[in-house]
DNA sequence: ACGCGGATCGTTACACTGTAACAGGCAGGG
DNA sequence: CCCTGCCTGTTACAGTGTAACGATCCGCGT
């Protein structure tokens, strides 16, 4: 049930194209460390052991993670952590724009670039590789909210996910 | 919980805005069911009793049912309907554009309109009366085409859903 | 030092969501 | 009639998420 192959993408970064995610690791785990740090300190919130150890295995993770998940990597033979301890993190880093639930996974991806808490994103969601790719476009945010103030609806979380096949895959299609 | 405080909308329907929901009672409900049954006659399926009835449910309820919700209104003292009964027609429903499923909140609304199943489309939810309204935007499509496209994407499924507030529900603030 | 309040975390229990597997029922075709 | 395929009923179970309570830790004012 592992095996997440590698989905290379690509991205010629048109329209703030906001991944490059070419093994996920330890590099892009640090610098969210770096900013739920920064974060905290300027806000007065505190970034607890399970909090950074939560972020750090999301991060880790080329995909999404289910809470249960990432609450079993956190256990260790002698030391369980249970998932509601895990929801609890999770409510935090969502919270501050540190990890985005996958509503249509319910599962969680790290923040792949440094935008608010308050911004949209769209996620991209490959069926073959199961990879998430995260991209932003104010071409889309722009008809969102045109449509959104048409309607007379006032927005306060988007959810965007596009489930299909990435341009890694579709290469080996059916392999 | 209940109390859905009727969410009157008002949609001035610009760009295919596909709604019009003053009650969503029995006259979305009878639409349905016919589009429903020129459907199962046209492509030779079986529109039973139960998907009927799970349809009807639906769309009676002017607001995302859950399976088990659905369910309990379906079971009547003598005769319960399980849980997988429901989830069995809801798939049937959903794959053939008579129902939406609501991935944010687990739960199910009524197609309000009579696009094909591949279509996309955008779902305002008020989080303060809980309605759900369906609109279609074919500027949003082009912009979300254009950037799947950039990505290299290929697109099977679209989810967009807004959480926020409905103009009906801003007047009364608070209240 | 002491007590206090607030936030975090551990633990248990539970509700809700969804699927797998198997058996019975029902219609249509040989 | 029997066989086949589809739908449904039933049971069992896995996965997701929250409520409630208690313990702990930490900063703060006295």
Redesign the pocket.
């Known amino acids: 049930m592992d095996e997440h192959g590698t989905c290379g993408h690509h991205g010629h970064g048109q329209d703030s194209h906001a991944h490059g995610h070419e093994s996920h690791g330890p590099a892009r785990t640090a610098d969210l460390v770096a900013r739920a740090e920064r974060l905290a300190q300027d806000l007065g919130?505190?970034f607890?052991?399970?909090?950074r150890r939560t972020l750090e295995v999301v991060a880790e993770e080329g995909r999404p993670l289910?809470?249960?998940?990432i609450a079993e990597r956190l256990s260790a033979p002698g030391k369980?952590?249970?998932?509601?301890?895990v929801?609890?993190?999770l409510d935090?880093l969502t919270e501050h724009g540190l990890v985005h639930r996958i509503a249509s996974r319910?599962?969680f991806v790290p923040c792949e670039h440094g935008h608010g808490a308050g911004e949209s994103a769209v996620f991209l969601i490959c069926r073959s590789c199961g990879s998430v790719d995260e991209t932003i476009s104010a071409e889309i945010e722009r008809s969102l909210d045109r449509t959104l103030a048409q309607a007379g609806f006032k927005p306060a979380s988007r959810i965007v996910e596009i489930e299909g096949e990435c341009g890694a895959c579709q290469g080996r299609q059916g392999e």
Not at 48 to 51: A, D, H, S, V, W
Not at 66 to 69: E, H, K, L, P, R
């Open positions: 919130l505190q607890t052991t399970l909090r289910g809470a249960y998940d369980r952590v249970a998932a509601v301890s929801y609890r993190a935090f319910n599962a």
